[in-house]
């Protein structure tokens, strides 16, 4: 089997370093907003060049672990990345990929159910208000479309996180953030907004009822119809490549 140059590459001494420093952070050796060892305690506690330590730094700093402070009393200081900085370099690779919307949509039609199965056997009573609050919310919000995709994003993240599994709540936030309705520029009237809440309410009703098939069921007809009502109304919108956020 033919094995790829960046395989075959040892990691170099910076890049060494900046996992194990990371590893330190992550680790919490470090919270958030400390300043790490001055230069000098660095290089005398890991033994590598001053050129090696400063792009192992600058190594964290792209990782989103540390920034950078300059003048008097800055140097790095560590910080802790959040969701929305995995949907962003998601978003980023995707394009690199040269993938489409239609690609997300592929994704969350075929993780999105699942997620819902999880969450009929795991959700709390305060997640099923929560849901039955954003749908609430979005009954007056048929003439507030910003509103009403923001509710929208609302319900499906509490869906993901009410399925108690965090590296897939991350992932259906990251393609949620790449494309939603509000982000397709399809235009929708009051009775596709109607139709989005009756599926959402279905969804609400077979989790609250612990049917995990049901919940499943509902959510691929809603994340299907969805989809196919952009393919008749905007073809193109599905078929643009992912383009990451400015």
Do not use: C
Request: proline share 4%; no cysteine.
């Amino acid at each position: 089997m033919e094995i790829s140059a960046f395989q075959r590459r040892a990691p170099k001494a910076s890049e060494r370093l900046a996992r194990h420093l990371a590893t330190a952070i992550v680790e919490g050796e470090y919270a958030a907003g400390d300043r790490l060892p001055h230069e000098s305690e660095m290089l005398a506690q890991t033994q590598v060049g001053r050129a090696t330590l400063r792009e192992a730094l600058r190594l964290l700093e792209v990782w989103g672990l540390v920034v950078i402070r300059t003048g008097p009393g800055g140097g790095p200081v560590v910080r802790r990345p959040v969701p929305e900085e995995f949907a962003e370099q998601m978003a980023l690779l995707l394009q690199f990929q040269q993938l489409t919307l239609r690609d997300v949509s592929d994704a969350r039609v075929a993780l999105e159910p699942m997620v819902a199965r999880l969450a009929a056997e795991r959700i709390t009573p305060e997640l099923l208000g929560d849901l039955k609050d954003s749908i609430e919310v979005m009954k007056r919000s048929y003439e507030s479309p910003a509103d009403f995709w923001e509710q929208n994003a609302r319900f499906h993240s509490t869906v993901a996180h009410a399925a108690d599994s965090q590296v897939i709540g991350m992932i259906i936030d990251a393609l949620k953030f790449i494309a939603d309705g509000a982000s397709s520029g399809v235009q929708y009237g009051r009775a596709d907004f109607e139709e989005v809440v009756h599926a959402h309410t279905e969804i609400v009703e077979m989790l609250e009822s612990g049917d995990a098939e049901g919940a499943a069921d509902s959510m691929y007809r809603h994340l299907d119809v969805g989809r196919r009502f952009i393919d008749r109304s905007a073809p193109q919108a599905l078929r643009s490549r992912i383009h990451w956020p400015e």
